[in-house]
């Protein structure tokens, strides 16, 4: 397995080999070895597991936890094609605002990890895209906020020629600037801290 650093400090894009044969074909999605190599410490224990479906044009996010608790994610498209996103909206990250974005399709299988107190966004690229999570922990609707996909500030990349589909929630989220004067965004020091723990170890600089 391949692991990549993101271009938000602490994501992950790793890249399994895949085998295929005339039955089709077998891959591993997580794999922990490769994980501590790339993060500096295991997986966390996995408290929730999510599964949703989405048609081509859905765009989901961005999503995030309110830290504390906070929440890490590894991320894997199960069928389909979606264009995964992360953006750092830890206040004091070193890199505060940037995104960077994974390809998830049925012919690299890549998966993502998103630490502590990032935002998610996808776009779905193909109808019936099934996307699928592990989480650290639960749902908790107070502790689950949004912030606008669709925010210039932001400038995710979601193509001119996907018509965007977003749920109601989504379509009322406020910008990061707001977000960022209201108070609400979590801070880096405390996620850190939170991921650490998940971890069991010191995480790597």
Known sequence: MQARKLAVEGALEFTPRVFPDDRGLFLSPFQEEAFIEAHGGPLFPVAQTNHSVSKRGVVRGVHYTATPPGIAKYV???????LDIVVDIRVGSPTFGKWDAVLMDQEAHRTMYFPVGVGHAFVALEDDTVMSYMLSGGYVAENELALSALDPALGLPID???DPVLSERDQVAITLAEARERGLLPDYAASREIE?????????A
């Not at 894997?76 to 979606?82: E, L, P």
């Not at 650490?196 to 790597?204: D, I, K, M």
């Open 196 to 204: 650490r723990r998940l971890s069991g170890v010191p995480l790597s």
């Open 76 to 82: 894997y498209c199960a069928r389909g094609k979606a």
């Open 160 to 162: 001119s020629g996907v």
